[in-house]
């Protein structure tokens, strides 16, 4: 007997939210003007870590979330402010590159998954 399971599959993002992530590609490259600039940007710019956090919560924990929606903060650019279901591109739609990913990803984690495929 195979068992069923109901999957939901939900998309977020945080915005701009200030992290330590800003600062890890410039201190990599050893890039001291990099790496002010994103502590302007934090500074000026982003919102706090637990704001980010709001996308990811929304989208597992809203009832009325459905199947392939995409959360993101509801502020200019989608970088600040209270999740709200935003849209995505229109290469995030491409069914082929989809396709191709779920491919990739299978080869490089060894992992299949026929049933859903």
């Not at 199947?67 to 739609?93: D, I």
């Not at 191709?100 to 984690?109: A, F, H, P, Q, Y």
């Amino acid at each position: 007997e195979t068992k069923r399971h109901e999957t939901t599959s939900l998309a977020c993002h945080p915005g701009y939210a200030a992290t330590a992530l800003q600062h890890k590609g410039p201190a990599m490259e050893g890039s001291k003007l990099k790496g002010a600039i994103m502590t302007v940007g934090n500074t000026i710019l982003a919102q706090g870590p637990e704001m980010g956090a709001l996308p990811t919560l929304r989208a597992l924990c809203d009832p009325g979330a459905k199947n392939g929606e995409y959360y993101g903060p509801r502020g200019l650019f989608e970088m600040v402010g209270y999740p709200v279901k935003v849209g995505s591109t229109k290469a995030a739609q491409d069914r082929e590159a989809q396709r191709r990913l779920w491919d990739e990803s299978e080869k490089l984690t060894g992992v299949r998954f026929d049933a859903l495929a």
